[in-house]
């Protein structure tokens, strides 16, 4: 497995081998053990699938508070996207700061986000799927979100026009707005 740390270390750009042969392929996506030696830690509780007909769908900013912190583990089984993380743990050197990866089918790699990010997605093609496994139980109490277009944050979304989004995710604070959720 070839992994990867980003401008923020702490999110890892991980790409699983591919096996191939006459009938297409195989690839384990997780082993546990493989990912601990890499610093991911688990326990895994929970996968999520989401599907986005159009292109342009954004879904963001989000993350988990205590005691339901998230960690994520992202993959895209077909079609493409421009995944982001973002540091918002007080005292980190990143603090504010964010990365990108594009995620698809086609380069099977996946980006794993540490608790103490939030996370976003745009799709690049119509009919994106995709998968992800989370360290913490969904908690609609301990749910936070971002405004995706934030000045503070910059972030360069590539999509045309305004993103189609969620009406929870179009009235999402700026995170100057927010209180502190995590501290390093």
Not at 34 to 47: H, M, N, S
Not at 68 to 97: C, E, M, T, Y
């Amino acid at each position: 497995m070839k992994i990867e740390p980003l401008a923020i270390p702490d999110v890892l750009l991980l790409t699983p081998p591919r096996y191939p042969d006459p009938r297409g392929f195989f690839s384990e996506t997780w082993v546990q053990r493989r990912y601990a030696e890499a610093g991911i830690p688990g326990p895994f509780v929970q996968d999520n699938h989401s599907y986005s007909a159009p292109r342009g769908v954004l879904r963001g900013l989000h993350a988990q508070i205590a005691p339901n912190v998230q960690g994520k583990l992202v993959r895209v089984v077909r079609g493409a996207i421009w995944d982001v993380a973002i540091d918002i743990r007080h005292g980190s050197p990143w603090f504010g700061r964010h990365v990108g990866a594009e995620l698809s089918a086609a380069n099977w790699q996946q980006l794993w986000i540490p608790g103490g990010f939030l996370h976003g997605f745009c799709t690049l093609e119509p009919d994106t799927e995709v998968i992800y496994k989370v360290t913490a139980d969904y908690d609609r109490a301990a749910e936070r979100g971002v405004i995706w277009n934030d000045p503070q944050l910059a972030i360069d979304w590539p999509v045309e026009g305004e993103p189609l989004l969620s009406d929870k995710d179009g009235v999402l604070p700026r995170l100057a707005d927010c209180p502190v959720w995590f501290r390093m």
